[in-house]
């Protein structure tokens, strides 16, 4: 590396130059300059308030602003030259801050240290990642509840073990994926308010001696809140750790959710149609149309998880107050965020375009004596015990696999053997629609708890 001598911003008490190979080592700037345009902006209102503090003057203020803007449109236009011997985007771009404005840029760094630097810059940009997140999961949501507006009336297997339980509408199964993703958006939005939160003041570990309002900074930088500890503002990264931790929460519903759309996809099932072009081919078989989509999305969930423990792993034995080991949050934590984020963003692309199979699904339900809990609800209705209707329809179920018939293809006096208190009103409880129209309480599958819950989620949207 030919920049390898260039003297460093901390070369003071040092006698010899840096081990190639150790700079190498340690050095960050190729993952965090991608966090330049919220050092700039840390760096700028941090400037501001040394001259409103009286710290710095309004000159050397003026001249700060000017060049960090200069180095921002340099860097956003591929003019900036990066080096590894300037350790790491601080550095690179307060070098280059002192080359264009001369002495002013070296007073830029008056009452701050790195380490308030960067733990400022990471919140910065996960605020507005977070921000970004949660307007995706509104589309998600959105798309989710057009969907299941459609299909309120659509009458599909429910599922316990895997195996048909009970009639459910689709509706109603795509609400449940959607409480999920409204879950998430509330621990994203929750996550925020912990990490708008500024560290800047806390300096290297135990503050500065110079009259800092922090406040003030705070309000240029629209932190909510002002870290209360400087030892804990340098060293901690629990909102980090959080704010992975509803990722992989994400993920996971994002996951579970492709499962079911690549079983519904396959022959098997056929509940569903992905459209060709979120789709892919196979080399070797001509016939195949592969849910590709889903599929890798479930995997990238294993990532984030990993991103999650690393974290979990970076944190636990560090003594107060900041380690170089903090160096190593950067690069799990852009990679939960950018996975969640595209994976979002290729979800709610996804749902609007899925087209429900309606027969397949209603032939599904009449396949595996879904409304068999019906019929025993009904004869407890007519006084008999639970166990006892639970015995007589297991019974009556028996036979009818026994013909190959559906419950409700049995005639009155087949039934009737089973029981004398079956009668014709029982052909009203054992279609499908009769099942799912008489869970029409708040959470039920039936399509009038469908489209209440679906008024309800709307307006909750709306207001968030
Ligand atoms: N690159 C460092 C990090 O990511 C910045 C802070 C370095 N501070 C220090 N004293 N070496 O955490």
Redesign the pocket.
Known sequence: MSDHNISKLWGGRFEESIDEYVELFTA?VNF?RRLYRHDIEGSKAHARMLAHAGVLSEKDCQAILEGLDKIQYEIEHDQFEWSVSLE?V?MNIEARLTELIGPAGKKLHTGRS??DQ?ATDIRLWLRDEIDYLIAELVRVRKALLDLAEKEADTIMPGFTHLQVAMPVTFGHHLLAWYEMFARDSARLRDARRRVNVMPLGAAALAGTTYPIDRAYTASLLGFEGISTNSLDAVSDRDFAIESCSAAALIMTHLSRMSEELILWASAQFGFVELPDRFCTGSSIMPQKKNPDVPELLRGKTGRVNGDLINLLTLMKGQPLA?N?D??ED?EPLFDAIDTVRASLHIFADLIPVIEPRRERMRMAAMQGYATATDLADYLVRKGVPFRDAHEIVGKAVRFAIEQKRDLSELTMNELQTFSSEIHEDVFDILTLEGSVSARSHLGGTAPNAVRARIDEARVMLSNE
């Open positions: 960050s965090d790491d601080h790195r380490n960067i900041y170089k903090n160096q950067k």
